[in-house]
């Protein structure tokens, strides 16, 4: 079109940047295309601002996004708005809160990002208390500020709060999706109330792959072990492809249930059967639960195996799996190795210590015992492990 001498009018630039949104477009184009915008006069208009802000904050650091916003006072409610949401993908919830609470006016897609964005990193409190405080202010929540508010009350254990708002989505008669019944099963498994969960589960009838996983998880997290693989297996029948996160579920649930040939013959076929690829964290539940059958050699051989890439927070579940498998049956020389590997990954943990200890009394290794507590006190960087509950996620 510019090499034809047509000239852009206020229609054509949202549609460019858009594109460029939408490809891996090289920050020296949009700057360009930037450029082309202001010679034509056109960046005074809204629709061209905001689709460019847009592109902004997702293809450099978030200070273009806003200096762009800065310098522009023509605004409406999509530029906040489409700022607001750069920021929380920036993870700059606090300036992200201070720019929301500038709003002249808001309409629901600012309430949504702010919620989402607050339960996305774990601020669920202020999650809970905002949702609470559009309700208050007249706004109606749709599906997306439930599911982001459900996410933290499951999190934070909240149950009279994620209660409180399956009552409102029941009193509103608001549709219950795939989305929003993922959710309502997350959270009724996390907080405890696993047949809830089942029942909403069984009256959805759209079930996509992340309720089938959430479903899974919430059994697993129960320790019904022969109910994970029945519904994972239930969820191969009706035609939807597993993926990592519905074999990590099935594995430990499996594991809670001593389901040793199950779970090897499910890890065989995460890449044979259905193509799905086998990481770290599978070696790591595989061994923690040969680790808590008592086969213990298979479990060790099962962690060298493991793939060599990946992060620490892996190997260290799957060493501290092994520990606790020796811990169990007493294998005091597996142990050594595997507390070895763990204090490497974890030189603060000072858990490893207490199992060692416990571990060298019950056979009577004093000597060993009188070393490791001499360890323990030289290293000044060793904490004791405190006392503590956690929601699981």
Not at 95 to 107: C, G, V
Not at 119 to 124: E, G, K
Not at 190 to 197: M, S, W
Request: with cysteine; net charge neutral.
């Amino acid at each position: 079109m510019r090499r034809r001498s047509i000239p852009p009018d206020f229609h054509t630039f949202p549609f460019v940047f858009k594109a460029c949104a939408k490809k891996d477009c090289s920050l020296t184009l949009v700057k360009t295309l930037h450029c082309q915008a202001l010679r034509f006069g056109l960046v005074s208009d809204l629709f061209t601002l905001n689709t460019l802000i847009r592109v902004y904050s997702l293809i450099t650091p978030i200070e273009s996004a806003l200096q762009l916003f800065d310098e522009n006072p023509q605004r409406d409610v999509v530029t906040y708005n489409v700022l607001i949401d750069g920021l929380v993908k920036a993870r700059e919830i606090v300036r992200a809160r201070e720019l929301f609470d500038s709003m002249p006016f808001r309409d629901l897609v600012s309430w949504n990002s702010l919620i989402a964005g607050y339960a996305q990193m774990n601020h669920y409190r202020e999650a809970i208390n905002l949702f609470n405080e559009m309700i208050a202010l007249g706004f109606k929540p749709d599906n997306v500020a439930i599911v982001s508010t459900l996410s933290a009350c499951a999190q934070s254990g909240d149950l009279e709060t994620g209660k409180a708002i399956h009552n409102y989505a029941k009193r509103n008669r608001l549709f219950i999706d795939s989305f929003l019944a993922t959710a309502l099963v997350d959270f009724y498994a996390k907080c405890g109330f696993i047949d809830t969960a089942m029942e909403i589960f069984n009256l959805c009838s759209d079930k996509t792959l992340f309720t089938w996983n959430a479903m899974i998880t919430g059994l697993a997290m129960h320790g019904n072990g022969e109910l994970t693989v029945d519904y994972f297996r239930k969820m191969v029948s009706s035609g939807i492809k597993p993926d990592g996160v519905s074999f990590i579920s099935v594995l430990v649930g499996c594991s809670h249930s001593g389901q040793v040939d199950e779970a090897r013959k499910l890890f065989d076929e995460m890449g044979s059967l259905y193509d799905v690829d086998t990481e770290m964290k599978h070696y790591g539940c595989m061994a923690d639960l040969l680790g808590r059958a008592g086969l213990i050699k298979e479990a060790a051989e099962m962690i060298e195996k493991m793939p060599k890439v990946g992060g620490n927070r892996e190997k260290l579940l799957a060493w501290s799996g092994l520990l606790g498998g020796c811990r169990i049956h007493g294998n005091i020389e597996v142990a050594e190795k595997a507390a070895e590997r763990v204090r490497t990954l974890s030189p603060e943990d000072g858990g490893v210590y207490k199992v060692m200890v416990e571990m060298y009394a019950n056979a009577e290794r004093w000597e060993d015992v009188v070393k490791v507590r001499e360890v323990m006190e030289r290293d000044k960087k060793v904490k004791k492990s405190a006392g503590f509950s956690k929601v699981m996620s």
